[in-house]
């Protein structure tokens, strides 16, 4: 099967499962309608019987304007039953169109199933991918494995001749390491790739501030509401940018790799994300780097020369936030230790926000006990030290950051 055969399927049964479930979702609202057009029916009944049996009513009498009151129920409820009968009709109407694909992949598990299929066979062709592709949105942290992902990206872009529909997007929340917006402007200009800068209203402390509490590690809106919401709308305005008359192709990369953690291993190296995709655009998660191990990572960087942020070299495996809600304590004692050597005021900005909201960081410790437990170390060890090339002297031995240091002097 073709490249674009098989994206045309996948978009097929994606249809076919949209109409199966509005379909569904008008029978159940079809049932509720009757049952509900039922209960009235039979209190209005009720009524009848009860006026007649008394021979008749008087228009003060309480039956009477129970009666009155069930006869307009009795309306409401025949007019909510012809809306939800419409809607049926409507929703059997679209899936009569989507029948052949129906028929083929019946149930919402064969569906899952082939697109699970096809997603997969599309990531073993990067090139074909990115030549059936129409807009190609590298989401870049800058962090290292963003910067892996990007030159992969980058690469099978020029391949395939195709490097032209390729972007870059960074999200700037304004409590990452400092630098961090800057190193993805350069790391997207050095391969002549456009950048774009999304900025949040309010940041993370903002969003802090307002809701008086920090987020944690089930609601992460620091991720969805700052980071994944505001993407969508520039995707939209790049979609229509295109001026397609047809549904745009749209490869979202990321930085995800399965080694990470067990969460990201589940994930897919292609998925749909059915979140951004639309009937003018069909848009798919790329996890171009999911099944490389942080030394493949880091291979990568030392001998492609690529910048990456020196934040790594202080002994921090991730470019993060400054203080991330999802770090330990040990990782949060080390960022703070950085912040101390690097005259960063995070540590009194954060604990004296924590201290405001009267809401701890984390849920099992404060961050002032985490500042508290850095100080204290600093006072016993000294401040902490690095080199540049520290993180590729961990990772790949002396030799690999030597040769690297002397690649990007
Ligand atoms: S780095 Fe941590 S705190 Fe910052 S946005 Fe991501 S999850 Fe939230």
Not at 267 to 281: C, Q
Request: net charge positive; proline share 4%.
């Amino acid at each position: 099967m073709s490249t674009e055969s098989a994206l045309r399927t996948i978009e097929l049964i994606r249809c076919a499962g949209k109409a199966a479930s509005a379909y569904r979702s008008a029978q159940k609202a079809l049932r509720e309608a009757h049952d509900e057009h039922s209960a009235v029916q039979a209190q209005l009944n009720h009524w009848n019987d009860h006026i007649h049996a008394m021979g008749g009513a008087d228009r003060a009498s309480p039956a009477h304007s129970a009666l009155l009151s069930a006869v307009q129920e009795h309306q409401e409820t025949e007019r909510k039953l012809r809306k939800a009968e419409a809607r049926l009709q409507r929703a059997s109407t679209t899936t009569q169109g989507h029948r052949p694909a129906l028929n083929r992949y019946p149930t919402e598990r064969t569906r899952r199933r082939a697109t699970t299929v096809l997603l997969d066979r599309l990531a073993d062709y990067p090139v074909d991918l990115i030549r059936a592709a129409d807009l190609i949105i590298i989401q870049t942290s800058s962090g290292k494995d963003s910067l892996v992902a990007m030159h992969r990206t980058v690469t099978a872009a020029q391949a395939a001749g195709c490097l032209h529909k390729v972007r870059v997007m960074h999200c700037d929340l304004g409590s990452e390491w400092p630098g961090v917006a800057e190193l993805a402007r350069r790391q997207a200009e050095h391969y002549g790739i456009p950048f774009h800068l999304v900025t949040p209203d309010g940041g993370f402390l903002g969003m802090v501030e307002n809701r008086q509490m920090w987020p944690d590690a089930k609601r992460r809106l620091c991720t969805s509401a700052l980071k994944r919401d505001p993407t969508g709308p520039v995707i939209t305005t790049w979609v229509g940018e295109l001026g397609l008359d047809r549904q745009a192709i749209v490869l979202n990369v990321m930085g995800v790799r399965g080694a990470e953690s067990a969460s990201r291993a589940l994930k897919a190296r292609l998925a749909l994300d059915s979140r951004t995709t639309s009937a003018n655009r069909l848009v798919l998660t790329w996890n171009i780097i999911h099944g490389l191990s942080e030394e493949d990572v880091w291979q990568d960087i030392a001998s492609n020369g690529l910048e990456y942020h020196p934040i790594y070299d202080t002994g921090l495996e991730r470019l993060s936030c400054v203080y991330c809600v999802l770090a330990g304590p040990d990782w949060l004692i080390l960022a703070t230790r950085v912040c101390f050597a690097l005259e960063l005021p995070h540590p009194q900005t954060f604990t004296e926000l924590e201290r405001r909201i009267g809401h701890s960081f984390k849920l099992d410790f404060t961050l002032n006990a985490i500042v508290a437990a850095a100080r204290m170390l600093d006072a016993i060890e000294g401040p902490i030290t690095w080199r540049r090339g520290d993180a590729l002297r961990r990772h790949l031995g002396p030799a690999a950051a030597d040769q690297y240091l002397a690649l990007t002097r």
